[in-house]
C-alpha cells in the first residue's frame, strides 16, 4: 500500500514538474503570440463569452442561496442589516473566484482539453510541426492567454450578479432593508477584499488554463486518451483550485 | 488535368534559386533509369526501439533524387515510423540519417524546422485544420513563414488548389469535404510552399476508386512537374506500382527488396512473394503466436 502511494506521488511530481516545463514554454513564446491578438481575441471569446450565461445563472442562484441562509442566520442576532456585507465579502473573496475557477474548468477547461486533444488525435499538431510551425505558439498561447485573461472577467461578472441575487432575496423577500443593505456593504468591503478576490481569480486562471492546455496537448490520440485527457482536466483543476485558495486565504490573513 | 501540369509548370519557372531542377521533366516512365548515386535522403545502419520492441535494425536506405519512392511491407513493419525518422518526428536509436545534406543526428528543434520547410507531408487522414476554409488551409503555411501580401497568397493558393482540381471548393470547411477531397486539399497545402520532398503516409486509405485515381495521377504529375522527390507508404501494390519509380520493401526491421516494380513482382523472395501475392500464410504467418491450439481448448481452467 505505502508502496502504491510512493509511486503515485513520484508519478504526481513527475507530472508536476513537466507541467512546469511546459509553463515556462508557453512563456517563452507569449510575446510573440501577444503580436497577433486577434488569434487571442477569439479565445477570450470562445472561453470567455460563451461561458457566460452558464456564469451568470450560476452567480445569481448563489447570490439567492447566499441570502437567503444569511438572512436566516444574521436575524437570530437581530443584524440582518449586515447581509450586504455577508454576502459581499463571501462573494468577492471566496465564491466568486472559486465557483467561477470550478465552473471553467468544467465548461471551458474541458473543452480546450477535448479541442487540443482531439487536434493531436487527428494529426492537426503533428500537421503543424511538419509545416515547421510550433503548434505550442501557435495553438496553445492563445488558448492559454484567452483563459488567463477571462478568468477574473468571469469572477467579477460572478460576484456582481451574486450580490444582486443576495439582495433580491434579502432586500425583495424577506424586506431587509435595502438602504442598510448596500450602505453596510459599502462601508465594510475594502480594497483588500476585492484585491484578495483578484489575485485569487487571476492564480486559478492561470492554474485552470495550464491544466486544460497541459493534459490536451499530452493527451493519448485515441477517444480514450482525449476522454481521459477531458476528465483529469476536471479533476486536477478542482482538487488544484481548492488548495490554492487555501494558500492564497492564508496569505492574505497572516498579512 | 492538362491545365493541371500546365499552371504547375508555369510556378516551377519562378522556383527557389540553388532548389535542384526535375531530372526527367515529364517524361514517360520507361524513359526513366534510376540513378542512385543522386539519393536526397541516405539512411545507414539506422536502430530504433519502441518499449523494447526493435522496429529497425541496421536499416540502410538511399532515396533517389527526383523520383517516385514506395515503401512497403506488412503491418507493423514500420512504415509509417520511417517516415517519421526522415522527417525528425522522431529521433533515431543510432545510425545517420542525412535529408537533402542535412544530417539529423543531433539537429536542433531550429534547425529541423528549416530543413522541413523543404519538405511537404501528406497524412493518413488530412490533417486539415478544422477550424479554417479549404482555402485558409492551404494559405497557413504562406501567412506563417512569409510576409507576402494577400493578393500573392490568393493567387498562390488558388494555383495550388487548381492543381489539385478543388479550386471550387476554396471555401468549403474540412467537414464538408469528402475523405479524398480532403486529402487533395492537403495535398495542396502540402505543396505550397515548393518543397523539394513530398512525403504521403498511406495516401489511398479508405478512398473510392476514383479518389484513388486521382491522388495517384496527381503524386505522378506533381512530382514531375513540380521536380519533388516523392516517398509513398503504402499497403496498395498494385496502385502504387502503376506510379512508383522504385520500391523498398520493408520486414523486420530491415530493406528485404528493392527495385522497379517489375524487378519486385519476380524478386526470388518468399517474403516479397508473399507481399505481392497478398497470400495469406507464409513468412508473415497468418496466426499469432499462441500455445497449442487443443492443448488450450480442453484445459481445464479454459486455458486462459
Redesign the interface.
Known amino acids: 500500500m505505502f508502496g502504491d502511494l510512493w509511486t503515485s506521488l513520484i508519478e504526481s511530481l513527475d507530472r508536476l514538474g513537466d507541467m512546469v516545463r511546459f509553463l515556462l514554454r508557453i512563456l517563452a513564446q507569449t510575446p510573440r503570440a501577444l503580436l497577433r491578438f486577434q488569434l487571442i481575441t477569439d479565445q477570450v471569446y470562445n472561453t470567455g463569452a460563451l461561458s457566460l450565461v452558464i456564469i451568470m445563472l450560476s452567480g445569481l442562484f448563489v447570490g439567492m442561496v447566499l441570502g437567503l441562509q444569511g438572512f436566516e442566520l444574521l436575524q437570530r442576532f437581530g443584524s440582518e442589516e449586515a447581509l450586504g456585507t455577508a454576502a459581499a465579502i463571501g462573494l468577492v473573496k471566496e465564491l466568486g473566484p472559486v465557483v467561477t475557477a470550478l465552473l471553467f474548468a468544467g465548461r471551458a477547461g474541458t473543452a480546450l482539453a477535448s479541442e487540443l486533444g482531439l487536434m493531436r488525435a487527428t494529426d492537426q499538431l503533428s500537421a503543424m510541426e511538419m509545416m515547421a510551425v510550433d503548434p505550442v505558439g501557435r495553438v496553445v498561447v492563445p488558448r492559454f492567454l484567452g483563459g488567463v485573461i477571462t478568468m477574473p472577467l468571469l469572477a467579477a461578472i460572478f460576484s456582481m450578479i451574486g450580490i444582486y441575487g443576495a439582495q433580491l432575496v434579502g432586500v425583495q423577500f424577506m424586506h431587509v432593508d435595502g438602504g442598510s443593505f448596500w450602505s453596510q456593504m459599502q462601508s465594510s468591503v475594502g480594497l483588500r477584499d476585492i484585491n484578495e478576490g483578484i489575485v485569487k481569480s487571476a492564480v486559478f486562471g492561470v492554474a485552470c488554463s495550464l491544466i486544460a492546455v497541459y493534459e490536451g496537448y499530452h493527451a493519448a490520440p485515441t477517444a480514450e486518451g482525449v476522454g481521459a485527457a477531458t476528465t483529469r482536466t476536471v479533476v486536477t483543476s478542482a482538487v488544484i483550485v481548492l488548495f490554492l485558495d487555501y494558500l492564497i486565504t492564508a496569505f492574505f490573513l497572516r498579512g | 488535368m492538362k491545365t493541371v501540369t500546365a499552371d504547375v509548370r508555369v510556378k516551377t519557372k519562378k522556383s527557389k534559386p540553388g532548389r535542384s531542377p526535375p531530372e526527367h521533366g515529364c517524361r514517360g516512365r520507361s524513359d526513366r533509369k534510376l540513378n542512385q548515386s543522386s539519393s536526397i535522403i541516405d539512411i545507414r545502419g539506422v536502430n530504433y526501439s519502441v518499449s523494447g520492441r526493435a522496429i529497425f535494425d541496421g536499416l540502410d536506405m538511399d532515396i533517389p533524387r527526383g523520383r517516385v519512392s514506395a515503401v512497403m511491407g506488412p503491418s507493423g513493419t514500420g512504415k509509417t515510423t520511417l517516415l517519421r525518422l526522415i522527417?525528425g518526428?522522431v529521433r533515431a536509436d543510432a545510425g545517420s540519417i542525412v535529408v537533402a545534406g542535412t544530417a539529423l543526428e543531433g539537429l536542433g528543434r531550429k534547425d529541423l524546422?528549416?530543413l522541413?520547410?523543404s519538405?511537404?507531408?501528406l497524412?493518413?487522414?488530412g490533417?486539415?485544420?478544422?477550424d479554417l476554409s479549404a482555402f485558409e488551409n492551404v494559405a497557413?503555411?504562406l501567412r506563417?513563414?512569409t510576409d507576402l501580401p494577400e493578393r500573392i497568397i490568393r493567387q498562390l493558393v488558388l494555383t495550388k488548389l487548381q492543381a489539385v482540381g478543388l479550386r471550387g471548393a476554396a471555401e468549403l470547411m474540412p467537414a464538408e469535404l469528402s475523405g479524398g477531397m480532403n486529402r487533395r486539399v492537403?495535398l495542396a497545402?502540402a505543396i505550397v510552399?515548393d518543397p523539394q520532398i513530398l512525403i504521403y503516409d498511406e495516401p489511398f486509405v479508405g478512398l473510392d476508386p476514383i479518389s484513388m485515381g486521382v491522388i495517384l495521377r496527381l503524386i505522378r504529375r506533381l512530382n514531375d512537374a513540380l521536380g519533388l522527390t516523392s516517398i509513398v507508404v503504402s499497403h496498395d501494390v498494385h496502385e502504387i506500382s502503376s506510379v512508383a519509380d522504385v520500391v523498398y520493401l520493408l520486414s523486420g526491421g530491415k530493406v528485404v527488396a528493392k527495385g522497379t516494380p517489375q524487378e519486385l513482382a519476380s524478386f526470388p523472395s518468399e517474403i516479397v512473394k508473399q507481399f505481392v501475392g497478398g497470400l495469406a500464410d507464409g513468412p508473415v504467418p497468418f496466426h499469432y503466436p499462441a500455445p497449442d491450439y487443443f492443448g488450450q481448448l480442453l484445459a481445464r481452467d479454459g486455458g486462459r
Not at chain 2, 127 to 130: F, G, R
Open positions: 522527417s518526428q524546422f528549416a522541413r520547410r519538405m511537404g507531408m497524412f493518413q487522414n490533417a486539415l485544420l478544422t497557413f503555411p506563417e513563414h492537403a497545402r510552399m
